[in-house]
Structures are given as structure tokens and as C-alpha cells.
């Protein structure tokens, strides 16, 4: 009886897959194959009830589509000019549930192509997430050169460019194995946090290390592992404390990315129909009233490099399709924030329509753009609440300070006079009233496209400290790129894959180990411990978070600012004489009320501080006391 059963088993089991092999010849046969159905899944629940479907295979425009399932309408088909591809709006009620339901492509009734689509179920509060503030010190990863912890995933067949460590514009093999492994590192450091230039699946024929070039928006670089390797390091960074930041480009992708092989519409990327066209890089003349029109469009629609098509956010399915890409990226992943590369360079009432459907999705969630300029009036101009001449809003919440940023290497490496040294820093915030929310922008001294800041600081540790206490106590939400904490240079070179240097100790058998500590310098070891000492304090301090700042115009060498709120005060001094400095604090009575106990935080040492305090020769000071009621 038992061979009975196993051969009727056998005969069914033969029957299905001939069926299944059957119905893959007629596919196959009439040239109709489903290539690429993004997003791959949707969410039910979404504050916006609509999703749309790009579906990409051979010879499908024509067909119609259909289907049942509760809760869902299919509102309208969309063919293009290319007949492979088909856009379907559905509407989600609130009775969808999650699940997985059918697509069904037919033609004249007839059945010709079924898809399984699914619906999954959102995290707990997942609207009302958490996301990077003024607690928040950000650690920027490029994670090709930061640790790999997965050999495995060097080279990978079907990826253009192999790993060649010795090449340093080449992809050298940091993955995010590597960065899940040393979790511990970056939170006993102190940062809260985690930054990662882009590991979306970037297969460039050269430069596929950088990131900036997408072939792919729904899938992670597998030279950098799977998406659930992703999905891990984002768990496993919460579990610490510590908030996973996505980098993303709304601008342009790679030209190596599927669908330039057989673009969706006539209009997909902006120049089209024409030879290379590069921007101008005229940012001004979003702005400029007086602009010709001819300069504003190269600069939005002109490419950066013939390697990175400029994207068409004016086409309608090419908006959509970036708005969901993004908003599918925060739920799948649990983001913290999202950082978006050359803000300025889509079209803007596209960058307003992506922030806001973000916001409507996501309230409170933080999205920081880059504006590279410095000029605190052309970057205030995008930022949430600004009343600007021409009535543009935006919902974009943050901004990267790259006015601060360059006013820091300045004021401490000029020589003082009336108009440089360290009045480039008192100018450069009393310029905030620029700003709807100066708080909510992103201050750094580096990152990974300029050189590193010890370098801009002349190899100086006492340059380096007063910097970075700066960064660290001011306002603002400050960013630190990986291997700053132990002075990382590039003396030989300012190029970017430089700049861009391996993490020491991410490698087997580097002979310097930023994490245990081998092979470091005397210097580089007091940099690690004294900036981990002062990420601690700066973590647990909340005037620093969102206490008020007074600052005092420099005066002879020395800038004192104060951090604070009704309960606490921190003030902060930066001597930049060579020699010792004996700093009048009578100047300062509003918040020093003779005699005053104080302690410096870092290394608690008491302070009575009466009318006159003696600074050592180049260095920073931190004093804190509670304000007695």
C-alpha cells in the first residue's frame, strides 16, 4: 500500500511540475517574462493609501491587469512608450491586511502572466519612530574602507569591478559584516548614530566603492552583504543605542543601472534625447531672480560625470517611484534619519513634494540634506519654515553647516586679527539668524570629500582638540568621520580614495588596530581616549542638547561661550596664544556671579573662579557649576 501512495506521489508531484514546465514555455514562448516589480513588497496601514507598481518584462504594455484581493483597488494602468513596462495604481483601504495576493496580466481574458505581490505588516509605532537630534553625535562610515569582516564577499560573480586593495580608487572589501562585528567599538566610543555613505547595489564598471552611482534602489551591494545583513546591523545598532542614517540620491544614478539598458519613457533622465550635458553647478541660480532660464536648467538637468545620468523628477512615475523608494527604505530598514546627497541639484518642487511625503508618513523623522555652499542664506533658503521671497516651503528639517564647517579650520589656523582667527567663528553663528532651526543642522569638521581635519589643521593635536571641543559643545548635531578620533591623514595625496583610507585593524594583518589599540601612537591613543572621555560627557549633558548659547566676541587670542538653561551652565573657553593667558571674568558677570564654584568635566578639577582665571598656553577649557536657585 505504502509503494501504492509514494508512486500516485510520485506521478502527481511529476504532473505539477509538468504543468509549472509547461506554463514557463508558454511565458518564455511569447516573450512576455516579469523582469522587475518594484517596490518588491508594500506595507498595509501607510498614512497615503496609494502605491504604484512598476512592472518591467518583455513585450507586457499592452496587457491589462486584474486583481482580487479585500481592501485593495487597482485605480488605473499605466503603459509607456516602451511597450516593457506597465505602472499599476493600486489603493490600499483600511481593511488590506497584510498577506500575499495575485497579479494577474491578461490579454483579450486570457491569463498570460500571474505574480505573487505582498502586503506585510509595519513595525510596532513605527510612524512615531525615533530620530537624530542634538543628543545625537553621528559616525559617518565609508564602508568599503572601514572593516571586512567577510572575505567571502570580495568578489562576487556578476559584479563588474573585483576588490584591489592596493588601488585606491578601487573597491578594497569593508563590508557590513565588519561594521555588525565592532558595534561595540562605536558605542563605547560614545556615538549614537551610524552614518554609511550609500551600500545600495552599485555595479560601475570602476568606482563602484564610493556608492554614488545606483543600479539598483532596492537592493544592498551584495560585496557588502544581503539585505539581511542590513536589516541586522540596523537591529543590532538600536539594540545599542545607536541609529542607522541612510544615504540617498534623489539626483542621479549609475549608467550601469538595468533600466538604462531600456528606459521606461522618452523622458526618464533629463537630457534625454541629447549628447553628455554636465550641470554648471550654478546652485545661485535657483535663486537669483534675475537668473537666465537657460542656467537653471543645465545646472538641475545637466549630469555630474557621463557615468551618472541625471534623473527626471518631473516625469510623474519617476517622482513617485523616488517618494515610495525612499518611504519603503525607512519602513523595511527601521531608519533613523535619512542623509540626501546634492539636495539642491533635483528639481526643487520635486525635493519639496519628497520631503513632505515623508513628513506626512513620518512626522517627527529627520532628513539632513547636503548644500554645498557657504553662504548660511542660499542653504536656509531649503530648510522647513523659511519665509522665503518667492514662497517656496520645504519640509526638509536639516541641513549639513558647511559655513560653520569651514570658519572652524579657519579660526584656529589663522593668525588673529580684526577679520580672521577666531572671529570667523563668533561671525559665522551670529549669522544664524538665517535659519528657522539652527539646532537641527549637522555640524562637522570633515567628511568624505574633503581632506580630513587633521590634516586642514596642520598635524596640530592642539588644533585638533580645540576643534573638536567646539564641534562638540556648540550648537548643532555634530558628525565625526571613522578614524578621526585616532588623527587619520593622508599626507601623500588629497584625492578622494585618500582621503578615503582604510580604517586601521579592518583588515587581517594590518599592522596598526584602531579597535584594540596595537600599533597606535602615543598621540593616537590620547586622541581615542580623550575624545571617547569627551562623547561620554557630551552624551550625558543636556545643556549641550538644548540648552541656550551666548557667546562673547574674541578678545586677545581667547572666545568664551556659555551652554546654558535654568539649572546648568557650561562655559567654554578657546585660548589659541601659544602662551599662558590670564582671562578677565568680569566681562562674563551674567553668567559668573563672584565667587563661583566650578569643575571641568572631563578631568574634575575644581575651579573657585573669582575675577580673574589663568588659561594654560593653546589649550580649551571646560567649566561647568549648577545655577543655585
Known amino acids: 500500500m505504502l509503494k501504492k501512495v509514494n508512486k500516485l506521489v510520485f506521478h502527481l508531484s511529476f504532473l505539477a511540475k509538468l504543468v509549472l514546465l509547461l506554463s514557463l514555455s508558454f511565458s518564455n514562448a511569447s516573450g512576455q517574462k516579469i523582469q522587475h516589480v518594484e517596490p518588491p513588497h508594500w506595507y498595509v496601514g501607510m498614512q497615503n493609501p496609494e502605491l504604484q507598481l512598476m512592472i518591467h518584462g518583455e513585450k507586457i504594455g499592452h496587457l491589462k491587469a486584474k486583481i482580487n484581493y479585500p481592501g485593495i483597488q487597482l485605480t488605473k494602468v499605466q503603459p509607456t512608450t516602451n511597450p516593457n513596462y506597465l505602472f499599476l495604481d493600486l489603493t490600499l483601504s483600511e481593511i488590506a491586511r497584510p498577506g500575499k495576493f495575485e497579479i494577474t496580466l491578461y490579454d483579450q481574458k486570457k491569463a498570460i502572466i500571474t505574480y505573487q505581490y505582498e502586503l506585510k505588516k509595519r513595525r510596532k509605532n513605527a510612524a512615531k519612530r525615533s530620530t537624530f537630534s542634538t543628543q545625537d553625535v553621528i559616525y559617518l562610515v565609508t564602508p568599503d574602507r572601514f572593516i571586512n569582516g567577510d572575505t567571502e564577499n570580495d568578489d562576487i560573480a556578476g559584479m563588474r569591478e573585483t576588490h584591489n586593495r592596493d588601488d585606491e580608487s578601487g573597491r578594497h572589501g569593508g563590508d557590513l559584516k565588519g561594521m555588525i562585528d565592532n558595534l561595540d567599538y562605536i558605542e563605547k566610543m560614545g556615538f549614537t548614530a551610524l552614518w554609511l555613505n550609500p551600500v545600495l547595489e552599485n555595479n560601475q564598471s570602476k568606482w563602484s566603492y564610493h556608492g554614488y552611482a545606483t543600479t539598483d534602489y532596492y537592493k544592498i551591494d551584495p560585496r557588502y552583504g544581503t539585505m539581511e545583513d542590513y536589516l541586522e546591523l540596523s537591529k543590532k545598532a538600536r539594540e545599542k543605542g545607536i541609529g542607522l542614517i541612510m544615504d540617498m540620491i534623489a539626483n542621479h544614478c549609475g549608467h550601469e543601472h538595468w533600466w538604462m539598458e531600456d528606459l521606461p519613457t522618452e523622458d526618464w533622465v533629463n537630457f534625454q534625447e541629447l549628447p553628455y550635458q554636465e550641470t ?86 529627520n532628513i539632513v540634506g547636503e548644500e554645498w555652499v557657504n553662504d ?94 567646539f564641534l562638540l559643545t556648540t550648537r548643532g548635531i555634530p558628525q565625526i568621520y571613522y578614524g578621526t578620533e585616532i588623527l587619520m591623514d593622508h599626507p601623500q595625496s588629497d584625492s578622494h580614495g585618500a582621503i578615503r583610507s582604510d580604517f586601521p585593524g579592518g583588515w587581517p594583518n594590518d599592522t596598526k588596530n584602531a579597535i584594540t589599540g596595537n600599533g597606535l601612537s602615543k598621540e593616537e591613543k590620547e586622541a581615542q581616549e580623550w575624545l571617547r572621555t569627551l562623547l561620554k560627557f557630551r552624551k550625558k549633558t543636556k545643556v549641550i542638547h538644548d540648552g541656550g548659547l551666548t557667546h562673547y566676541a574674541p578678545k586677545e587670542g581667547v572666545y568664551v561661550y556659555f551652554r546654558h538653561s535654568k539649572s546648568n551652565v557650561l562655559m567654554v573657553i578657546l585660548n589659541k596664544n601659544e602662551k599662558d593667558h590670564l582671562l578677565d571674568l568680569t566681562r562674563f558677570n551674567k553668567f559668573i556671579h563672584s565667587p563661583q564654584e566650578a569643575i571641568n568635566p572631563l578631568t574634575n578639577e575644581t575651579f573657585e573662579l573669582e575675577s580673574e582665571l589663568l588659561l594654560s598656553g593653546k589649550q580649551v577649557t571646560l567649566l561647568q557649576w549648577n545655577v543655585k536657585n
Not at 534623473?311 to 530598514?333: F, P, R, T, V
Request: glycine share 4%.
Open 280 to 365: 554648471n553647478h550654478a546652485k545661485y541660480t535657483l535663486l537669483d531672480p534675475y537668473a537666465a532660464p537657460q542656467d537653471r536648467e543645465v545646472m538641475t538637468k545637466g549630469w555630474f560625470v557621463p557615468q551618472m545620468p541625471d534623473l527626471n523628477q518631473n516625469n510623474l512615475l519617476m517622482s513617485k517611484y523616488l517618494i515610495q523608494n525612499s518611504i519603503w527604505w525607512i519602513e523595511y530598514a527601521d531608519l533613523y534619519g535619512i542623509r540626501q546627497d546634492t539636495y539642491s541639484y533635483p528639481f526643487k518642487d520635486f525635493m519639496k513634494d519628497w520631503t513632505c511625503a515623508i513628513e506626512r508618513e513620518y512626522p517627527g523623522f
Open 376 to 469: 548660511p542664506s542660499i542653504i536656509s533658503y531649503w530648510q522647513k519654515g523659511k519665509v522665503n521671497n518667492d514662497g517656496y516651503k520645504s519640509c526638509l528639517k536639516s541641513l549639513i553647516d558647511f559655513p560653520l564647517n569651514k570658519s572652524i579650520s579657519q579660526a584656529i589656523t589663522q593668525e588673529e586679527s580684526w577679520d580672521k582667527g577666531l572671529v570667523k567663528l563668533y561671525e559665522s553663528l551670529a549669522k544664524d539668524f538665517n535659519y528657522p532651526d539652527p539646532n537641527n543642522l549637522v555640524i562637522m569638521l570633515d567628511n568624505h570629500d574633503m581632506s580630513r581635519i587633521f590634516k586642514q589643521l596642520n598635524y596640530d593635536y592642539k588644533n585638533y582638540k580645540m576643534a573638536m571641543t
